[in-house]
């Protein structure tokens, strides 16, 4: 069985652009959530998110040209996809791209997104009495630059990112929401363990911070009303945590042969050891109950990576905030962890940075390899009375230092997709 | 990339499709007598949208499928379609009435763009004032069903089918067109043939004639304006928009074999590969017997129509065995893949031939390729 190492990692986030900022966020144990910018999201119930700033999307576009950079600049998304693609592929082989070491025939494409950006704002001046004027809509539709109009495909980056890596043994775009980011990682590993393709690229990007993503979820009352706690707003395992807060970015990580990786000198950042993919098929937004969803999950991560409980030291928690994820994850983690679990640091990054829904998982392993790298454990800001039902330690407040070997990456969905990945420290030399 | 050393043999003990012209065997059937179900169509969501070519799919029944009366409730068209299209394949693989094997199923979708509930946006535009945030987007949402972000998010095409039929294994939502509709197939058919599970349903749905992705789909000149056109005669070109689902109960021999269940056919090979120079990959066509049915799918112009000829016949097929999918029963996108290897696994089934070819091109770059074989000449 082929090993799979991580050689390369590229994050966006709203608590840093690029991987270091994005350590110091995590090190400074500092929150990206404040009052919406993008849009004028007065009058909704919740006008707090967790939004990128800092970002130079000229800068990031640079050899980009034409309708597909009109695009790129209209979907945030994409944009993030891209930038944090150039960040991972450039970690990874520097300069030159994969193209010295690695056929594209062997190169693959494993990437995760959401929901498309709908311009409501483009429609908007066709529509009349509730009705769409259809012959001027096809008229300003035929005007438009490429597809930088009206509904942009959540695949744009993908392409994008595909062309930057030269990617042509697979190109899989994953859409499982929560869970996409930790599927499309786990996919990639499956690639380059059963030799399907020797580098993947693999990660996720997503933004739903715009009018219809936030004020969907405004409707599903999934969403922290919490908007005058600005920064704290965002409190999982916390007893009066009442939603989750959505946040935006991306992380894409290189997967790469591990034998092929120290042949060619690669600094290896850490190694996928497993993953599991397991399906509630209960309800759509409600956990089943008993866990067995999750549990199965964890489960097949661990056994695919040939562990126990006792052998991992942390867990990256979905930890949303909302008030039936944290108490079902914390019973999920219990049942595959018994006894051990007193002793296992848990935590949330979605209390920094939101909930980034299909680039979550993405970013979360991002988070991980901070952790395996520093070995410091990210922390899960602003709990401040634990709830009850959620009696693990969950690292509160400030990043831990500890020893740590092997962890675990949980993301579960709406719609009942659970993911689940385990990395390990970089493997030492033979 | 399959057939390697070490794996399972994978075969097809179910198919179910919905499309233009109904479920899989009446598909079958009308387009083995040349019978199209592509029409005018003029988009009912708005007003004066140019005329295109499509293939709408005729109503359909959930209550003999699923015994969960709220869930179809959570359901856009897309979604709909999928939870008809796998009822369908589930049954006929003998797996509807048989909870405890279901379970286990691996489940992989591929999904298109969406239609974004149009008429619920709109209503929410009629709420007066300036801009589209602030206090007029609260008032607009307002009025909009509150299951509507069900309906929007990708992923409930499988949340869906997973919550209604009570598949538990691992899985994977892809999107948004006809190469992430092979990626679905791909990936399951690795999880069966790597020994991951026992068995996997597969496939995709994609309803094209909503505005939102006619409109892209047209602004990309890939829409024929009319039926005739649509058959890339007298320099016609595109093709018909479809909405559509399938999907295949893909399955190892071994665990086939344990539960008495017939192989519709053997899935020897599935290709989804994202660039392409030649119109058709190699495949391992070339040794067996030549194919007696090649669907193909997602030819936008006459040129690519003839590579599709050549391509056939290349593979040593006859003439005679090239169908044409689209200008009959429209291009599915996402589900196109699905929706062929439905059709071919029921051609086989019926002793039609001994091997079938599927050939679906991707607008945006790339193809997938299918290899199925009658089960008897494998077993």
């Known amino acids: ?430 | 990339m399959s057939g390697r050393a070490g794996r399972r043999q994978v075969v097809v003990t179910g198919a179910g499709l919905h499309g233009a012209h109904g479920d899989g065997p009446a598909t079958l059937e009308a387009i083995r007598a040349g019978r199209s179900a592509v029409v005018p169509f003029r988009t009912p969501e708005a007003d004066g949208f140019p005329e295109v070519a499509a293939a709408p799919a005729p109503a359909w029944r959930l209550d003999d499928l699923i015994a969960d009366r709220k869930l179809p409730k959570y359901a856009s068209r897309a979604a709909s379609l999928a939870l008809v299209a796998a009822g369908r394949a589930l049954r006929d693989a003998g797996l509807l009435a048989d909870a405890p094997r279901r379970e286990e199923l691996a489940l992989y979708v591929a999904t298109g763009l969406i239609g974004f509930e149009l008429d619920q946006v709109t209503q929410a535009m009629t709420v007066s004032g300036a801009g589209l945030g602030g206090d007029r987007l609260a008032r607009g949402l307002s009025l909009c069903h509150p299951l509507m972000p069900f309906r929007m998010l990708l992923n409930m095409p499988l949340g869906l089918v997973s919550i209604a039929y009570g598949l538990r294994g691992e899985n994977a939502v892809y999107y948004p067109g006809p190469l992430q509709g092979g990626v679905a197939l791909r990936a399951a058919f690795d999880a069966v043939a790597a020994g991951r599970c026992a068995r996997a349903l597969a496939g995709g749905s994609a309803h094209g004639l909503a505005l939102m992705p006619l409109a892209t789909a047209w602004r990309a000149g890939r829409l024929a304006a009319s039926p005739e056109a649509a058959w890339h005669r007298d320099g016609g070109r595109g093709f018909a928009a479809a909405d559509a689902a399938g999907f295949v109960v893909l399955e190892s021999a071994e665990s086939a074999r344990a539960r008495g269940a017939r192989p519709l056919a053997v899935l020897d090979e599935v290709r989804a590969d994202p660039a392409v120079e030649d119109a058709w990959p190699g495949t391992s066509a070339g040794s067996g017997p030549p194919p007696g049915l090649v669907v193909v799918s997602g030819a936008l112009d006459a040129a690519e129509d003839e590579h599709d000829r050549e391509g056939a016949a290349r593979a040593g097929a006859p003439e005679k065995a090239l169908l044409r999918l689209d200008p009959l029963a429209g291009h599915a996108g996402a589900a196109a893949p699905a929706t062929a290897a439905a059709l071919a696994a029921h051609f086989l089934s019926a002793a039609g031939s001994a091997r079938a070819l599927v050939r679906v091109r991707d607008p945006d770059g790339g193809a997938v390729t299918l290899l199925l074989s009658r089960a008897e000449v494998r077993a």
């Open chain 1, 1 to 430: 069985m082929r090993r799979v190492a991580v050689t390369g990692v590229g994050v966006v986030s709203p608590i840093g652009v690029g991987v270091p900022a994005f350590h110091a966020g995590l090190r400074e144990a500092r929150s990206g959530v404040g009052p919406i910018r993008s849009f004028d999201a007065t009058g909704l119930a919740t006008r707090i998110a967790a939004e990128v700033t800092g970002l130079d999307a000229e800068t990031a576009l640079q050899g980009v040209g034409g309708a597909r950079k009109a695009a790129l600049l209209r979907d945030r998304k994409s944009l993030f996809g891209v930038v944090a693609a150039r960040e991972a592929l450039a970690s990874a082989f520097g300069d030159a791209g994969p193209a010295p070491w690695h056929r594209p025939e062997r190169i693959g494409l494993s990437v995760a997104t959401g929901l498309e950006i709908f311009h409501l704002q483009d429609l908007e001046p066709h529509v009349t009495a509730g009705r769409i004027d259809g012959a001027a809509l096809a008229a300003a539709v035929a005007a438009a630059p490429g597809e930088a109009y009206l509904q942009i495909p959540s695949d744009l980056g993908a392409r994008e990112i595909a062309r930057l890596a030269g990617a042509r043994a697979f190109y899989a775009v994953n859409v499982s929401a929560c869970a996409a980011g930790s599927q499309a990682i786990g996919a990639g590993w499956h690639a380059v363990r059963d030799g399907l393709a020797d580098v993947v690229v693999a990660g996720g990007y997503d933004s739903m911070v715009n009018p219809l993503g936030v004020g969907g979820f405004c409707l599903l009352e999934a969403l922290s009303r919490a908007n005058e706690l600005g920064p704290a707003a965002s409190r999982p395992f916390d007893a009066a945590r009442d939603g989750f807060v959505l946040g935006e970015g991306a992380a894409i990580v290189v997967l790469e042969e591990l034998g092929a990786a120290r042949a060619r000198g690669a600094t290896v950042l850490g190694e996928v050891l497993g993953y599991g993919s397991t399906l509630d098929a209960f309800r759509v937004s409600d956990p089943v109950p008993g866990e067995a969803g999750a549990v199965a999950a964890i489960q097949q991560a661990l056994a695919a990576a040939g562990l126990g409980p006792r052998d991992i030291d942390y867990v990256n928690a979905h930890g949303t905030g909302t008030r039936k994820n944290d108490p079902a994850e914390t019973r999920a983690i219990r049942r595959v962890f018994g006894p051990a679990a007193d002793a296992l640091p848990v935590s949330s990054t979605k209390s920094q940075i939101g909930h980034l829904i299909g680039a979550a998982g993405a970013v979360e392993l991002a988070a991980c390899l901070f952790a395996l790298g520093e070995q410091l454990l990210p922390a899960t800001i602003n709990l401040a009375t634990r709830d009850p039902e959620c009696d693990l330690d969950y690292v509160p407040r400030v990043p831990r230092r500890a020893a740590v070997r092997r962890v675990l990456s949980n993301s579960f969905g709406f719609g009942g997709q659970n993911a689940v990945l385990v990395l390990g420290a970089p493997p030492e030399e033979a």
